[in-house]
Every structure is written in structure tokens, then in C-alpha cells.
């Protein structure tokens, strides 16, 4: 009766902290992160405004297909302010879009130096590399940058992080059983096919 309930209190466990290791408590909530830079407030607004102009164009660009203009303006930003960091973030999404996956990195970098890994610009930057970090295999390494990303209050960077943690796998199979057991036993009255067991929420 015991192991019954310990199984019971697992499946619980994992449907409501699918983050956590099997059995584990759940860990105090980190510190909230610390206020966002003024990103912009160092800059001349005359040069601002026309440097975001130049990457509203190239984004503009980027979502048409064009990645060529795209780069040019996102190039021209960054000739005009070379230390902000949201045209290096934005002109690596489009050498990704290219497939220029080096060259992304390195504007991936320069944008978190730039932004001291803080901010909105620093949120984009850390989910865009682990992004690239995932693809290439590099899974550690994804993950911390998406742990910065979380911090920083990034939904798609913890969504990524619940989808990486290796006790996931072992929670949906805890789920699978948990769930086959129920159908299986209320199979021969006939009258769960489609209930509520039939209706159980899938995590990943």
C-alpha cells in the first residue's frame, strides 16, 4: 500500500514540477533578476533613431526572405553605433538564416559583451546561442545559456530547459503507466474509453 502511494505521489510530483529530478523537493525560487540596462540612454538620439530605423529595415527584409539587404542594413547600424548590442543580436539571426552559423556566434558574443549579458538584448542573445549550441550538439552548454535566459524572464528559454532535463523522459513514462494501469483496469467494465483517464494532460 505504501509503494502505491510513494507511485502515486511521484506521478504528482512530475505533472506539476516536471522540472525537478524524480523525487526531489522543489528548490527556493531564484532571486528576480536584476533591472534591465537603459540599453539606449548613451546614445546620441538623432544616431539612435536612425540606427533603429536601419534595423527595423532589416528586419523588415529578413521576414520578406531577403537576407542579403537584410545584413547590409543591420551592417549599416552597426557602422553607425558599433557598441550597441541590438543590431550584432539581429544581425545574427539573419547569418543563421543564411546558414552562416559561425559568423552568428561571433555577433551572438559581441552582443552579450555589449550588453553585458543583461536586459532584452542579452535575453535574445543567450536563447539565440543556446539555440545554435543545441543544433550543434552541445547540450551543457545550451543549457547554461538558457539558464541565463530564464533569469533574465525568458518563457521560451524555461520551456527549452523543462525539455532538456533528463528526468522528463522518466515522468512521461511514469505518466504512461499510471495512465495504462487506469484504462487498463476500468477496461473490462467498458466504461472509461475516452473519460477523463483517456484525457490526461501530456508533458512534452
Keep these: 500500500?505504501?509503494?502505491?502511494?510513494?507511485?502515486?505521489?511521484?506521478?504528482?510530483?512530475?505533472?506539476?514540477?516536471?522540472q525537478l529530478p524524480f523525487g526531489q523537493e522543489e528548490e527556493e525560487p531564484p532571486p528576480p533578476p536584476p533591472p534591465p540596462l537603459q540599453e539606449d540612454g548613451a546614445f546620441a538620439p538623432e544616431r539612435l533613431a536612425e540606427a533603429t530605423e536601419l534595423e527595423l529595415q532589416g528586419v523588415a527584409a529578413a521576414e520578406a526572405g531577403d537576407t542579403a539587404e537584410a545584413l547590409a542594413r543591420f551592417g549599416q547600424a552597426i557602422q553607425l553605433l558599433p557598441t550597441r548590442a541590438s543590431a550584432y543580436n539581429n544581425r545574427a539571426q539573419a547569418l543563421r538564416l543564411r546558414g552562416d552559423v559561425a559568423g552568428a556566434m561571433e555577433d551572438l558574443a559581441a552582443a552579450l559583451e555589449l550588453s553585458e549579458g543583461a536586459g532584452r538584448v542579452g535575453r535574445q542573445a543567450f536563447v539565440q546561442r543556446g539555440l545554435l549550441l543545441r543544433l550543434q550538439g552541445q547540450e551543457e552548454a545550451a543549457r547554461q545559456d538558457f539558464e541565463q535566459a530564464a533569469r533574465?524572464?525568458?518563457?521560451?528559454?524555461?520551456?527549452?530547459?523543462?525539455?532538456?532535463?533528463?528526468?522528463?523522459?522518466?515522468?512521461?513514462?511514469?505518466?504512461?503507466?499510471?495512465?495504462?494501469?487506469?484504462?487498463?483496469?476500468?477496461?473490462?467494465?467498458?466504461?472509461?474509453?475516452?473519460?477523463?483517464?483517456?484525457?490526461?494532460?501530456?508533458?512534452?
Excluded at 502511494?5 to 512530475?14: D, H, I, N, P, Q
Excluded at 522528463?168 to 473490462?188: D, P
Design 1 to 18: 500500500m505504501g509503494t502505491a502511494a510513494e507511485e502515486a505521489r511521484a506521478v504528482l510530483e512530475c505533472l506539476f514540477h516536471p
Design 152 to 204: 533574465l524572464g525568458s518563457p521560451f528559454a524555461r520551456q527549452q530547459l523543462v525539455r532538456m532535463n533528463p528526468y522528463a523522459a522518466l515522468c512521461n513514462q511514469m505518466l504512461a503507466a499510471a495512465m495504462k494501469k487506469l484504462r487498463g483496469g476500468a477496461g473490462g467494465e467498458g466504461s472509461c474509453e475516452g473519460g477523463a483517464a483517456a484525457q490526461a494532460p501530456h508533458l512534452l
